[in-house]
């Protein structure tokens, strides 16, 4: 089994940054890819960042240009850099994890976090 935690959540001003962090626990040594999911009230939810083991990463159109995923493999952390962010950037944010399968689908997806409540306003 897998635990992932996010953290780093807040209430940011327009154009302003966040770094979310996720940490993963229990037995990582199966986990493969990790995501950065979002889902705002009313909405589905979407993908906005993917990493791969090796370090590949994925982003949706977006956020591309503003948020950067990174991962620290010593560490089981993955990280999400928010720049630039704007009132559409509101959402819950969660991070997943999974053993293999299609980054772009959630339910490839093994274990979520909680998620982290990312507001964005003036």
């Known amino acids: 089994q897998v635990q992932v935690v996010e953290s780093g959540g807040g209430l940011v001003q327009p154009g302003g940054s966040l770094r979310l962090s996720c940490a993963a626990s229990g037995s990582i040594f199966s986990i493969r890819d990790m995501g950065w999911y979002r889902q705002a009230p009313g909405k589905q939810r979407e993908l906005v960042a993917s990493?791969?083991?090796?370090?590949?990463?994925n982003y949706a159109d977006f956020v591309k240009g503003r948020f950067v995923i990174s991962r620290d493999n010593a560490k089981n952390t993955v990280y999400l850099q928010m720049n630039s962010l704007k009132p559409e950037d509101t959402a819950v944010y969660y991070c997943a994890a999974m053993k293999s399968g299609n980054v772009y689908y959630s339910q490839d997806y093994d274990y979520w976090g909680q998620g982290t409540q990312v507001t964005v306003s003036s």
């Open positions: 990493i791969t083991s090796g370090g590949g990463t």
